[in-house]
């Protein structure tokens, strides 16, 4: 069945379609790694005083909040078979964005403890909403075949948006930046929900194309491989999720890592993160459309292991950090950012994506989120030096590098290798 | 083979994860700013690319520094040589240098009440070197250059024929892919030597894989001949030259295209780099030609 419009046009549309999805995934990832991971630490800790601990803890139950509400919703998405009405996702949409939008203008209004508990767990439970929605509209406009390179911009705009931003963390500042671009998706979310147009009406349809509807790890039957392979590749996310946040988590404390990188005043070190992460989401993108997924994450755990080997050795010196070590990164953090954007929609047809976006993103991105959240705190609490810290992650790093290629190599031993398979 | 290059990699990653703390003593400052606090006794090589190095009054440094850029400002104490070929030497009054300082372009200024066992001011450096050779000599060497690279060429493809084609092919077919995984291996391959070479117990392992890197990149100047050989096919018109030859007439034809490439402004070096690792990545997903690579869409997961 064709849902396109007839010839070219059609595909101009379905173009259009992309970017404009592209742009309003970029923005959401943005308003989450600015204004959620960086702007609310910022006001548990300076606006309101709190101490590190206590922003870590809220923000872990900040996490569970989400993931919690993105199993559910998913599961009743899914259920109900809304994962496959496009008008009422986009309606959905909408109103997840505006409660965000007015969670966002009210932000500065909170200055208790208290106040910043009940505005996360609003939070919480509208980013929880967001993610199946969102997610499931990958189906509505991109392309089987272009999921790789989709999420590759996603990923570049957002990482190269947030290092051209200003370097000021405050809450003001990222509260201010998100309610510029706020109702610009408002208006674009509210003219995909209501508004009659051969386009958006083309929009709709998509999924109805196997080009569209059926992921690329879905079997040409149409069933798909749930749970056990589904299961394996979340519990890959996970460790990916997992090792970045723990690591990440203790660099944050450390301001001469943060100041020589992502907080630098100087606006070409800045450009430089930013282009790093562009070039990782176009390799990332390479990676995910053209070789096997097992090249991929071996990359990913790779430059994760040799990242923090970097620092590890460079905290044991004195000085300020090289370059290099944010760089690559930003790299690893960048090829990861991908895969999360492109796989949940390639193993989920419009009816299931509901659900197995929300299992994917909850259970890898913020199921990892909190726990390495909670085992980074017990460690600065337990007095154990950055060193320690960076040491034990890079031990993880290089062991789930190490059983990668164990994995690799005996799955390989066991089978014969496809020759129509691209894999290094 | 296999398991001989994966007992390899695990020996190499194995030992570089450990860190080897204590087991090295060198220190290499390409930038940011680093200090040496009164009472603080640093005894390691240091090497100075960039960046700023401070022995404050009271601090030690035990070791020879070697300088070819940034600013050292001593004020405390150096038990070694320092040898500045570049950069910029500043000498506190209470500053000892206990060795010699050798300066051949640095900038050296020093305080009165500096101490300095040996001073050796302004190496004369051999400034006709520096002039650019006449342009017949300038092109009588990129003669014999492209000479030699074609005949490398030449004799790498009468012995190795077909992996040098798959890795040709591989490099027509998916250039996209293959500058994706060649950047992405070049990054990690430089980090990862960087690294080994600090822990000094893997040094000569760096250096061997450095030489094989190195090797791999000349390597790509044949594969981009390779690939190239059919254009080179077509000036020989009704004679049928063998692969061997026309590679080799290629690889000297890309060779200099890629000399003249290096000359453009601003964009010469990092096209450069595009080109030197997009070749790269067309030998890695080939294994150096061992087996062809053909990208395929509908994978397993996992």
């Not at chain 2, 024929?161 to 994706?180: F, S």
Request: aromatic share 8%; glycine share 10%; with cysteine.
């Amino acid at each position: 069945m064709d849902a396109r419009l007839p010839g070219k046009k059609g595909w101009l549309v379905t173009g259009f379609g992309l970017l404009l999805f592209s742009g309003m995934m970029a923005a959401g990832y943005l308003y989450n790694v600015t204004f959620i991971q960086l702007g609310l630490t910022d006001l548990g800790e300076r606006v309101l005083s709190l101490s590190p601990t206590a922003v870590a803890t809220r923000m872990a139950g900040f996490a569970v909040v989400t993931c919690t509400v993105a199993l559910v919703f998913g599961w009743w998405m899914t259920r109900s078979g809304r994962g496959a009405d496009f008008r009422w996702k986009a309606k959905a949409a909408l109103a997840v964005l505006s409660v965000q939008a007015l969670l966002t203008a009210c932000v500065l209004a909170v200055d208790s403890a208290g106040e910043m508990s009940a505005w996360l767990l609003a939070a919480g439970a509208a980013m929880g909403a967001a993610v199946p929605v969102t997610f499931a509209l990958t189906v509505d406009f991109v392309p089987v075949a272009a999921r790789g390179w989709t999420a590759g911009l996603i990923t570049a705009t957002a990482y190269l948006s947030a290092n051209l931003l200003p370097a000021d963390w405050r809450i003001e500042v990222l509260a201010k930046d998100m309610l510029i671009l706020m109702p610009l998706g408002l208006l674009l979310t509210a003219g995909l929900a209501f508004v009659r147009h051969p386009w958006i009406d083309q929009w709709a349809n998509q999924h109805r194309d196997p080009s569209f509807g059926r992921g690329r790890y879905l079997p040409s039957a149409g069933h798909s491989r749930f749970p056990l392979r589904l299961l394996a590749v979340i519990a890959i996310m996970f460790a990916a999720f997992f090792i970045d946040s723990l690591g990440f988590l203790r660099l944050l404390d450390s301001p001469t890592h943060m100041l020589s990188a992502w907080q630098s005043n100087e606006p070409g070190v800045r450009l430089a993160l930013g282009g790093v992460h562009v070039l990782g989401a176009a390799i990332g993108a390479v990676f995910y459309s053209y070789l096997d997924d097992k090249t991929l994450y071996l990359s990913i755990f790779g430059l994760f292991g040799l990242t923090h080997l970097l620092y590890t050795m460079a905290a044991r010196s004195t000085g300020t950090p090289a370059l290099a070590m944010p760089m690559l990164y930003a790299l690893a953090v960048s090829m990861y950012t991908v895969v999360t954007f492109a796989l949940w929609a390639d193993v989920s047809t419009p009816k299931t994506i509901g659900v197995r976006a929300a299992v994917g993103v909850a259970l890898s991105g913020w199921t990892a989120t909190f726990l390495s959240t909670a085992l980074a705190l017990r460690w600065i609490e337990a007095g154990l030096p950055l060193t320690r810290h960076l040491q034990w992650v890079d031990a993880g790093a290089v062991l789930l590098f190490l059983s990668m290629i164990l994995v690799i190599y005996f799955a390989r031993s066991a089978s014969p290798v496809n020759p129509k398979r691209g894999h290094i | 083979m296999k398991r001989i290059a994966l007992l390899f990699l695990f020996a190499a990653i194995a030992v570089t994860a450990c860190g080897a703390k204590d087991h090295y003593s060198g220190t290499l400052i390409t930038d940011g700013d680093h200090r040496i606090e009164a009472g603080q006794t640093l005894e390691t090589v240091t090497v100075m690319l960039g960046g700023r190095l401070v022995i404050e009054d009271g601090g030690r440094l035990i070791g020879s520094i070697l300088m070819l850029g940034g600013d050292l400002t001593v004020n405390g104490t150096v038990i070694g040589d320092v040898s500045a070929a570049a950069g910029a030497v500043r000498l506190g009054p209470d500053s000892t240098i206990d060795g010699t300082l050798l300066s051949a372009d640095a900038e050296v200024s020093q305080s009165d009440g500096a101490v300095v066992d040996n001073f050796v001011d302004r190496v004369e450096t051999d400034l006709d070197a520096n002039r650019p050779a006449p342009w017949w000599q300038q092109a009588l060497t990129l003669a014999i250059q492209l000479a030699i690279r074609a005949a490398i060429a030449y004799g790498l493809l009468l012995l190795l024929p077909r992996p040098l084609d798959r890795a040709a092919e591989t490099l027509r077919r998916y250039p996209h892919i293959a500058a994706a995984v060649g950047v992405l291996a070049a990054i990690v391959i430089l980090v990862l030597l960087v690294q080994m070479a600090f822990t000094v117990v893997l040094i000569p392992v760096s250096v061997g894989l450095g030489v094989l890197f190195v090797g791999a990149l000349w390597l790509t100047n044949v594969v981009y001949g390779t690939a190239l050989a059919p254009l080179a096919h077509k000036l020989f018109r009704d004679k049928r030259p063998s692969l061997a030859t026309s590679g080799a007439l290629a690889t000297a034809g890309f060779a200099l295209v890629f000399e003249l490439l290096g000359r453009l402004p601003l964009a010469g070096a990092p096209l450069q780099l595009l080109v030197v690792t997009t070749g790269l990545g067309a030998l890695i997903l080939t294994r150096f030609g061992l087996r062809a690579y053909v990208a395929a869409p509908d994978r397993d997961l996992l």
